[in-house]
């Protein structure tokens, strides 16, 4: 047993081991050789010899030779490695580049100085190519102006559609027979034929205020939002003329504009789209002068102070079918109210509609004479939002929605779309700083509460 032992240890030490005398020299490969970047077995690959092919060994490490391939020093695992014959020459390891880890703040003077000029010019640019940018976003309004004119003629029809289809009767009831008991029981008869009709318009009612609250509103607000963040109507928010002011108030602007109120302006439209499939809504038409149509679509205190009128509808003179605000749902009709204004495009949730052709004959009487305060009072009194009239003298339909306390009757039925400017080529308006979110005021909400009965 012993001698077994002392010819084992004897084997063990005449077989070949890997030993640095046996280096450098040259090996040859007996199988396709992954040759790595390091001594493992993870390590990247950077070159697939193949069989037979042969390298200089220089080095151990472990089951790894230290290898000279194609000028690179590398590694090769010693498994799949074959002697060939010992080398003469000299080889020196080739020196790995050795990285040292830099930390992000270790800047020279001059480096930071670099960035410094970098930087000036960057925002340099940015206010040039900013101004570049106004005329070009206002170009661009001009053209998506001229052909919203032609693309919102279909919906302008569905729109007129859904206002007859809905009342398909309306025409014969212009003007008031006279008889009370028979108006009565006709209205009654009418008020039920509008149930089938109200599921049947769900799809156009939908379709109308899709587009005109998601594309129409939400289109015509984005560029008021584009301008305001380019051209800040406010000083305090950047002087377009002070390149230091306008680009230091930037951010606040991006985020002000295009971050809230772009995304409060989505959001209303879309919860108004589906109010207005479920709610009747129509989109209707008010002239007004150009101080009354500022104030009344602009949001008070987003660019400027605004005044008391600032955000409400006031009640005017005339007043021929009740006090209240009045709508129109022809724009000609509009036109004719605004005195060469402007007319403001809304959408309008007319509620319960009081058909005057149809009302009591004292009621139908009073109108076609200012201040007609007695239809107001009938109106609200039987619960009735909004009246409807045809003004035969001047062969128009009006909406008035009725408001004794020159306040309009719930605040959230009038949302305001787009202003158009009849002086300057029936273009639409830029509001300063954008429209009001009618929806999320405090006002429209206790009105909404009080609607719900919360």
Request: aromatic content about 16%.
């Amino acid at each position: 047993m012993k001698a077994f032992r002392y010819i084992l240890l004897l084997f063990v030490f005449i077989c070949p081991t890997l030993k640095a005398q046996d280096i450098p020299a040259w090996y040859h490969t007996t199988t396709e050789l992954n040759i790595r970047k390091g001594p493992s077995a993870h390590s990247p690959i950077i070159y697939r010899a193949p069989k037979g092919e042969e390298m200089i060994a220089i080095g151990v490490v472990g089951n790894w030779f230290q290898v000279v391939y194609r000028k690179d020093t590398l590694y090769a695992s010693s498994r799949y490695l074959e002697f060939s014959m010992f080398t003469d020459d000299d080889i020196e390891e080739e020196p790995q580049p050795q990285y040292k880890e830099k930390s992000s703040w270790s800047f020279s003077f001059w480096g930071i100085v670099w960035w410094l000029v970098k930087m000036a010019i960057l925002l340099f640019v940015i206010y040039k190519v900013s101004k570049l940018l106004t005329y070009g976003v206002a170009i661009l309004y001009m053209i998506v102006q001229g052909v919203y004119k032609v693309a919102s003629i279909p919906f302008r029809i569905t729109n007129w559609l859904q206002r007859w289809l809905s009342k398909p009767w309306r025409a014969l009831y212009k003007y008031n027979s006279g008889n009370d008991a028979k108006n009565e029981e006709v209205d009654g008869y009418l008020w039920m034929a509008q149930l089938p009709l109200y599921v049947l318009l769900t799809p156009l009612r939908f379709v109308n205020a899709f587009f005109f609250n998601m594309i129409a509103h939400c289109f015509f607000e984005s560029f008021n939002y584009i301008l305001e963040v380019l051209l800040p109507s406010n000083e305090k928010e950047g002087d377009v003329d002070d390149m230091l002011t306008w680009l230091l108030w930037l951010p606040w602007r991006i985020i002000k504009y295009l971050c809230w109120h772009l995304s409060l302006t989505v959001i209303e439209s879309a919860i108004w789209t589906v109010a207005d499939t479920i709610y009747p809504a129509l989109t209707l038409y008010h002239g007004t002068s150009h101080d009354a149509s500022y104030n009344i679509v602009s949001s008070p205190g987003r660019t400027w102070g605004g005044n008391m009128q600032t955000g409400i509808w006031n009640v005017g003179g005339g007043n021929y079918a009740g006090d209240g605000i009045y709508f129109a749902p022809v724009m000609p009709t509009a036109e004719h109210y605004s005195g060469n204004g402007c007319i403001i495009v809304t959408r309008v949730s007319l509620g319960s509609v009081l058909d005057l052709g149809l009302a009591p004959y004292r009621i139908y009487r009073q109108c076609g004479h200012p201040n007609a305060k007695g239809v107001t009072k009938y109106g609200l009194d039987k619960g009735y939002t909004t009246g409807e009239w045809w003004r035969s003298d001047s062969g128009w339909w009006e909406y008035c929605m009725y408001d004794w306390q020159n306040r309009y009757n719930e605040s959230w039925r009038i949302r305001p779309l787009y202003v158009i400017d009849l002086q300057d080529s029936r273009n639409i308006l830029r509001i300063p700083g954008g429209m009001s979110h009618w929806l999320f005021r405090k006002m429209v909400i206790k009105d909404l509460q009080d609607f719900f009965d919360f």
